[in-house]
């Protein structure tokens, strides 16, 4: 039975000297048969008043029976406990009408420091018995940093007096206290990632992105780091952020990049570099890099996979090529929507010549944001559906507006045509943080039949705009379509066949030696792992050797003379194969096993996850494959703008270059860390 129907006519008033809380001063004990009720003499709800039960019930209730009767007085005795600490706080006591009692203070002692969640009815209720000034101050710094706040918000008079009025104990901090908590941040999340790299199983590609300062004076190179961890889930994270001179030589920047990955111990463990090239990262920054590292034997293939590109940054440069040819004809539709809006009669007449010409649409006319190409293709599709309206309201008035001609209405449907696939593939591209390599291979070979296509239209104007697409495309293709052939590759759905399948259709008679160069270089991909799999190996084995020599007094015993054949033994493990062993290698039995089948939803490093105890090696070398930024973007918003230089913000530009660098890491570590939670 429920307590608060529990028929108490028969009860009896208990009272026990054992009741020493100071709460049985405001709760009447009672017993029914066995059961005991503790009946609140403010409000008169029952409670459970069995010793069981203890009290902390029966105080939360008191604190909010209080409250409800609009009293604070004495709350304090009813969560005051633990250990006495030395020294007393003193909390002004605050009435339910917020205005605070100056000649009234409430002496507040034994408080442990500690936030305590009470649940009573369902409700949530925190209690605060004290403040933590480090904790407090250092998530006052971490807020700053993620939503990249200026630290001089600290200083503001407006803060001060919200955190005051918010929590009186807290004590205020300057802009160099901030800062320095900032800096002391980043250095804790700075030690979290170097040892994440340090353990990583496979290796690490990076990409180097230019950003500018809030006035375009100042320039900054932000160095990521991508990778598979050992959950096989793909990573981003930025590693360094600092400022360069335009002025300075590709090889000084070189040499900067250099001394980053080793500070970070990183530079044994490289793959790949992907870098955007734009000043004042030129081409031969990334060459001077890859011949540093090839020089120590540092990268697979003789760096042939090391440099590799954006591949949004060269649909970008084809959709503003596309829209420069025709920005007469654009601009003029882009006033005639403005007169059209211009007013409601204009907007109504527009209405009817759409009507007339059967031209309706449940899109409605719209004008672009010039800094994104993307809005410009949206103003073009639907300005197309009207042309016929567009026609009419010009020979209505002639004098208001000047309409594209018939040839070029024909011309910017075919442009339009081209923004539409650059759209799609550049969505497809962006839709999410997390995209693997093998994602590129089939929408770039997309692009590149269409662009082949679209050089034969019979009309000069299109066909020679495609051409020049063509060249900015075919410097993008030469330079990266080893690294997204192999990706492709390594995706069990494709495997050789999607290469296979689109090579002929680009090369005709030359595909076949093309699709055999791509085959020599996956083999001896494979064989690099494989050779660096089978040291690991031997390595380990010396270690455990090595190991179990010493006593555990630490006394070394002297070698045995097997000891001497351990060269011997890994050469016998490189080249011996075991009796009844399968001599074909993981690379020949994976392509010649059937495709995996296609579906929306299927994980490729989930599969390599679930495979690696079958391909060990290969699994390793998807692994790194796999890891490779063909696109550095950080979001779909970011891929369609004209302007694709990313800003530091005007607050923290102004910051010193270390603490700029401090900011933008640990924001892009507590970011991640908060969506991988």
């Given at each position: 039975?429920?307590?608060?129907?529990?028929?108490?006519?028969?009860?009896?008033?208990?009272?026990?000297?054992?009741?020493?809380?100071?709460?049985?001063?405001?709760?009447?004990?009672?017993?029914?048969?066995?059961?005991?009720?503790?009946?609140?003499?403010?409000?008169?709800?029952?409670?459970?008043?069995?010793?069981?039960?203890?009290?902390?019930?029966?105080?939360?209730?008191?604190?909010?029976?209080?409250?409800?009767?609009?009293?604070?007085?004495?709350?304090?005795?009813?969560?005051?406990?633990?250990?006495?600490?030395?020294?007393?706080?003193?909390?002004?006591?605050?009435?339910?009408?917020?205005?605070?009692?100056?000649?009234?203070?409430?002496?507040?002692?034994?408080v442990r420091y500690e936030h305590e969640h009470i649940r009573e009815d369902g409700d949530v209720a925190v209690v605060s018995a004290g403040l933590d000034q480090r904790r407090s101050r250092f998530d006052l710094a971490r807020m700053i940093i993620l939503h990249g706040y200026p630290l001089t918000m600290v200083e503001d008079v407006g803060f001060r007096v919200f955190i005051r009025n918010l929590q009186p104990l807290f004590e205020?901090?300057?802009?160099?206290?901030?800062?320095?908590?900032?800096?002391?941040?980043?250095?804790?999340?700075?030690?979290?990632?170097?040892?994440?790299?340090?353990?990583?199983?496979?290796?690490?590609?990076?990409?180097?992105?230019?950003?500018?300062?809030?006035?375009?004076?100042?320039?900054?190179?932000?160095?990521?780091?991508?990778?598979?961890?050992?959950?096989?889930?793909?990573?981003?994270?930025?590693?360094?952020?600092?400022?360069?001179?335009?002025?300075?030589?590709?090889?000084?920047?070189?040499?900067?990049?250099?001394?980053?990955?080793?500070?970070?111990?990183?530079?044994?463990?490289?793959?790949?570099?992907?870098?955007?090239?734009?000043?004042?990262?030129?081409?031969?920054?990334?060459?001077?890099?890859?011949?540093?590292?090839?020089?120590?034997?540092?990268?697979?293939?003789?760096?042939?996979?090391?440099?590799?590109?954006?591949?949004?940054?060269?649909?970008?440069?084809?959709?503003?090529?596309?829209?420069?040819?025709?920005?007469?004809?654009?601009?003029?539709?882009?006033?005639?929507?403005?007169?059209?809006?211009?007013?409601?009669?204009?907007?109504?007449?527009?209405?009817?010549?759409?009507?007339?010409?059967?031209?309706?649409?449940?899109?409605?006319?719209?004008?672009?944001?010039?800094?994104?190409?993307?809005?410009?293709?949206?103003?073009?599709?639907?300005?197309?559906?009207?042309?016929?309206?567009?026609?009419?309201?010009?020979?209505?008035?002639?004098?208001?507006?000047?309409?594209?001609?018939?040839?070029?209405?024909?011309?910017?449907?075919?442009?339009?045509?081209?923004?539409?696939?650059?759209?799609?593939?550049?969505?497809?591209?962006?839709?999410?943080?997390?995209?693997?390599?093998?994602?590129?291979?089939?929408?770039?070979?997309?692009?590149?039949?269409?662009?082949?296509?679209?050089?034969?239209?019979?009309?000069?104007?299109?066909?020679?705009?495609?051409?020049?697409?063509?060249?900015?495309?075919?410097?993008?293709?030469?330079?990266?379509?080893?690294?997204?052939?192999?990706?492709?590759?390594?995706?069990?759905?494709?495997?050789?066949?999607?290469?296979?399948?689109?090579?002929?259709?680009?090369?005709?008679?030359?595909?076949?030696?093309?699709?055999?160069?791509?085959?020599?270089?996956?083999?001896?991909?494979?064989?690099?792992?494989?050779?660096?799999?089978?040291?690991?190996?031997?390595?380990?084995?010396?270690?455990?050797?090595?190991?179990?020599?010493?006593?555990?007094?630490?006394?070394?015993?002297?070698?045995?003379?097997?000891?001497?054949?351990?060269?011997?033994?890994?050469?016998?493990?490189?080249?011996?194969?075991?009796?009844?062993?399968?001599?074909?290698?993981?690379?020949?039995?994976?392509?010649?096993?059937?495709?995996?089948?296609?579906?929306?939803?299927?994980?490729?490093?989930?599969?390599?996850?679930?495979?690696?105890?079958?391909?060990?090696?290969?699994?390793?070398?998807?692994?790194?494959?796999?890891?490779?930024?063909?696109?550095?973007?950080?979001?779909?918003?970011?891929?369609?703008?004209?302007?694709?230089?990313?800003?530091?913000?005007?607050?923290?530009?102004?910051?010193?270059?270390?603490?700029?660098?401090?900011?933008?890491?640990?924001?892009?570590?507590?970011?991640?860390e908060l969506e991988s939670s």
């Open positions: 039975m429920i307590i608060n129907e529990m028929d108490l006519s028969d009860a009896v008033i208990v009272k026990s000297g054992r009741l020493k809380s100071v709460v049985w001063n405001d709760f009447d004990r009672v017993r029914k048969g066995e059961i005991y009720i503790a009946i609140c003499r403010h409000c008169k709800k029952r409670l459970s008043g069995s010793s069981a039960s203890g009290t902390s019930h029966l105080r939360n209730h008191l604190i909010r029976c209080r409250r409800r009767s609009g009293s604070t007085n004495g709350v304090a005795q009813y969560f005051v406990r633990g250990k006495k600490k030395e020294g007393r706080v003193e909390v002004t006591n605050v009435d339910n009408g917020h205005e605070e009692r100056k000649d009234e203070v409430l002496s507040v002692v034994d205020l901090v300057a802009f160099e206290r901030v800062e320095s908590d900032c800096m002391e941040i980043y250095a804790k999340e700075k030690h979290k990632i170097f040892e994440a790299l340090d353990k990583l199983p496979g290796k690490i590609s990076i990409s180097v992105d230019v950003w500018s300062g809030s006035d375009d004076s100042d320039e900054f190179l932000c160095l990521v780091a991508h990778y598979i961890d050992e959950t096989w889930e793909l990573k981003k994270r930025v590693l360094n952020f600092f400022m360069v001179d335009p002025s300075h030589s590709g090889e000084m920047l070189a040499e900067v990049i250099i001394t980053c990955l080793m500070e970070w111990d990183i530079d044994r463990k490289l793959f790949s570099m992907a870098s955007s090239h734009s000043p004042p990262f030129g081409e031969n920054v990334a060459n001077k890099i890859r011949d540093r590292l090839s020089q120590n034997k540092f990268l697979y293939c003789n760096g042939k996979l090391f440099d590799v590109s954006c591949a949004v940054n060269v649909i970008n440069q084809m959709a503003q090529d596309s829209l420069q040819t025709c920005c007469d004809t654009i601009n003029r539709i882009r006033e005639s929507i403005r007169y059209v809006k211009s007013s409601e009669s204009i907007h109504e007449r527009f209405n009817q010549w759409t009507v007339e010409t059967g031209a309706e649409s449940e899109k409605n006319l719209c004008i672009d944001d010039s800094t994104r190409w993307d809005t410009t293709f949206t103003m073009l599709e639907i300005a197309l559906e009207r042309k016929s309206a567009f026609s009419l309201m010009e020979e209505g008035e002639p004098d208001s507006v000047s309409c594209p001609s018939d040839l070029e209405w024909e011309r910017l449907e075919t442009i339009v045509g081209f923004l539409k696939v650059f759209v799609e593939v550049t969505s497809a591209f962006t839709k999410s943080n997390g995209l693997t390599a093998n994602m590129y291979f089939p929408e770039v070979c997309d692009i590149h039949l269409r662009l082949i296509e679209w050089s034969k239209n019979p009309d000069d104007f299109i066909s020679s705009l495609a051409v020049n697409m063509r060249k900015k495309f075919d410097d993008f293709w030469d330079k990266n379509n080893l690294v997204l052939a192999i990706a492709t590759i390594l995706d069990p759905r494709f495997k050789m066949k999607l290469v296979e399948y689109y090579y002929p259709l680009f090369y005709d008679v030359s595909s076949s030696e093309l699709v055999e160069d791509i085959s020599e270089c996956i083999k001896a991909l494979y064989n690099e792992h494989s050779v660096g799999s089978l040291l690991a190996s031997s390595d380990q084995s010396l270690d455990w050797q090595n190991h179990h020599h010493h006593h555990s007094n630490g006394v070394v015993h002297v070698k045995e003379p097997d000891d001497r054949l351990i060269e011997f033994d890994r050469y016998i493990n490189n080249t011996t194969t075991t009796p009844g062993q399968d001599s074909k290698s993981e690379l020949e039995k994976y392509l010649e096993e059937p495709l995996f089948p296609r579906n929306s939803d299927f994980d490729i490093l989930n599969w390599w996850k679930v495979h690696t105890p079958r391909y060990p090696i290969l699994s390793m070398m998807a692994r790194n494959v796999l890891a490779v930024p063909m696109s550095n973007l950080s979001s779909e918003e970011d891929a369609f703008e004209t302007c694709r230089r990313r800003r530091v913000s005007e607050t923290w530009c102004s910051l010193r270059p270390s603490t700029v660098q401090a900011l933008m890491c640990a924001q892009d570590w507590i970011r991640s």
